[in-house]
T-cell receptor, first 107, second 116 residues
Framework: GQNIDQPTEMTATEGAIVQINCTYQ??????LFWYQQHAGEAPTFLSY????GLEEKGRFSSFLSRSKGYSYLLLKELQMKDSASYLC????????FGTGTRLKVLA | GAGVSQSPRYKVAKRGQDVALRCDPI?????LFWYQQALGQGPEFLTY????????KSGLPSDRFFAERPEGSVSTLKIQRTQQEDSAVYLC??????????????FGSGTQLSVL
């Protein structure tokens, strides 16, 4: 079966660092996507990891451990505009999603 | 087009009515997906097309839901005899390549369906 687990909500302060974890059990795994979704808007692509390790892209980094079925998204120097839901999506052809982690950034 | 376009943006239906939701993917994109997203939840997979072929419809909640993509571009999701539990945002997404290529998805803004 398919199972994806992420925290429901997180709160952090502007300028801080936050790590959003995702664990998954899927069949046909090909890599892991992270998407950002602001309230009332469409999800937009943030990152994709196919190999183990850390991928850095500006203020956002994403890590993958295939053997552990684990990924995290690291957001640095948080800004108010980072308040959004962050969706973990293990790459199978169906592109299934977790429930999302709602991040609130406080001033 | 520049992005994935969905219409209508909002749809209010009376219980028992039929509705049709349209998705116009990015030109040339082979794969097209429909998702249902309830408030505070992640998108739930409904169905997948590769060109005009519907390769997976395992996520459709009941036989009241039907999707098509007859010419491999525009897709329509039809819901017959709508029920209150059908109220959700329906997202369409497309990607450039087909099955197994594992590419990022481009999403439309969704259709928010409210069934009264």
């Amino acid at each position: 079966g398919q199972n994806i687990d992420q925290p429901t909500e997180m709160t952090a302060t502007e300028g801080a660092i936050v790590q959003i974890n995702c664990t998954y059990q899927t069949s046909g795994f090909n890599g892991l996507f992270w998407y950002q979704q602001h309230a009332g808007e469409a999800p937009t692509f943030l990152s994709y990891n196919v190999l183990d390790g850390l991928e850095e892209k500006g203020r956002f980094s994403s890590f993958l451990s295939r053997s552990k079925g684990y990924s995290y998204l690291l957001l640095k120097e948080l800004q108010m505009k980072d308040s959004a839901s962050y969706l973990c999506s293990p790459g199978t052809y169906k592109y299934i999603f977790g429930t999302g982690t709602r991040l609130k950034v406080l001033a | 087009g520049a992005g994935v376009s969905q219409s209508p943006r909002y749809k209010v239906a009376k219980r028992g009515q039929d509705v049709a939701l349209r998705c116009d993917p990015i030109s040339g994109h082979v794969s097209l997906f429909w998702y249902q997203q309830a408030l505070g939840q992640g998108p739930e997979f409904l169905t997948y097309f590769q060109n005009e072929a519907q390769l997976d419809k395992s996520g459709l909640p009941s036989d009241r839901f039907f999707a098509e993509r007859p010419e491999g571009s525009v897709s329509t999701l039809k819901i017959q005899r709508t029920q209150q539990e059908d109220s959700a945002v329906y997202l369409c997404a497309s990607s450039l390549e087909g099955f197994g290529t594992n590419e990022k998805l481009f999403f439309g803004s969704g259709t928010q369906l409210s069934v009264l």
